[in-house]
């Protein structure tokens, strides 16, 4: 490509729930390795959040329905947190003015070899997305010190006939080795009336399968940090388990229900739940040399906490215990019904700034 050619302007929308140390990471993150805007949609108000992020070149601050739900039906309020990941990223799409979008959730951080733009540029003009493969985050020991510290896992093929020797009966919470999906999020090229969904873009709203042309993207991989601390993993699978909707079911796979039913089981019982999540996310030692000899483990620093450091200084507490902390209050409400409904106690969960 020629020193001189423009290459394609790409950014990166997310619907947001979570706790501003990791709204402020997946911000600085992905500035740090080029996108030109990332468009953050708050799910609900986040006042901590919204002062964070305010007049930060890059960011376009949004909450859901702040438009009044215009593109929507009836223009209310979809009672599905996918729905309105959908809406807000084909929302994105279509106002920002970038040629490319990444969709994904905040756990989910784009890890480009080199210039993703470069990527872009050598789409040919038929493609209308990359897809990205997943990398999944690890543990390698039970009492994490850093909010992003692990390995990788990627996804395997054969993973139904041989996963079980290396996880043995762990292997019933995992889909071709991953615990959470495997299924890959999208790079979507802007086009009048294109959608996007979930995990890849549609050429309508009301489809449902992906009949888009696309490429795998041959640079960058998504890495999915599925729960930062072992609360806040527990808190999603126990969310999940008790979340009630109309009309068809959530569509979870049966690991994850695997996932769901062993931690109501071991609601009351908070060893139990540490166990759970150790079994779902962490690696022996044995286990993660066995994946690395079949290449389908990654190390390395993410470098995530320097980009945090370098774009907000001493604002943003990235350690664990205070990860927890600010956890509990943000999810005070659920936390209470799980409580009332289940007697779920987190405080046994949480990681102390005494961690060994």
Not at 299 to 312: P, Q
Request: glycine residues 8%; aromatic residues 8%.
């Amino acid at each position: 490509m020629p020193e001189t050619a423009v290459l394609p302007s790409w950014g990166v929308v997310a619907t947001i729930d979570e706790p501003p140390a990791l709204v402020a990471a997946f911000v600085a993150y992905h500035l740090a390795v080029g996108a030109r805007e990332v468009h953050v949609f708050l799910d609900r108000p986040n006042p901590e959040t919204e002062a964070l992020l305010h007049g930060v070149p890059g960011v376009v601050l949004r909450h859901s329905g702040d438009d009044g739900w215009v593109r929507g039906w009836k223009a209310l309020r979809p009672v599905r947190h996918e729905t309105r990941q959908k809406y807000n990223a084909t929302r994105a799409l279509a106002e920002a003015g970038l040629d490319w979008l990444v969709h994904c959730d905040a756990d989910e951080f784009v890890h480009p070899q080199r210039s993703f733009a470069l990527d872009l540029a050598s789409a040919g003009p038929e493609k209308a997305w990359i897809k990205f493969e997943v990398e999944e985050r690890c543990f390698l020991r039970r009492r994490p010190r850093a909010l992003f510290e692990g390995v990788f896992r990627s996804p395997w093929p054969d993973f139904e006939e041989d996963g079980a020797e290396i996880y043995g009966d762990r292997a019933r919470f995992l889909n071709r080795g991953v615990a959470a999906h495997s299924a890959g999020k999208s790079c979507t090229r802007a086009a009048e009336g294109r959608v996007i969904g979930v995990h890849y873009p549609l050429a309508h709203w009301d489809d449902s399968r992906n009949t888009l042309p696309y490429r795998p993207s041959y640079n960058a991989r998504l890495r999915h940090f599925d729960g930062l601390t072992p609360l806040h993993y527990i808190l999603k699978i126990l969310r999940r388990a008790t979340t009630e909707v109309r009309g068809q079911p959530i569509p979870h796979g049966a690991p994850r229900l695997a996932q769901m039913a062993a931690a109501a089981r071991r609601v009351r019982n908070p060893e139990g739940l540490a166990r759970l999540w150790w079994k779902v996310l962490g690696l022996r030692k044995p286990e993660a040399e066995a994946l690395e000899a079949r290449g389908m483990l990654t190390r390395g620093d993410t470098g995530i906490e320097a980009t945090v450091t370098e774009l907000f200084g001493a604002r943003v507490d990235l350690s664990p215990a205070a990860f927890d902390r600010a956890l509990v209050v943000h999810q005070a409400e659920l936390i209470d019904q799980l409580h009332d409904r289940l007697g779920f106690d987190p405080a046994p969960l949480m990681l102390s700034s005494e961690t060994p």
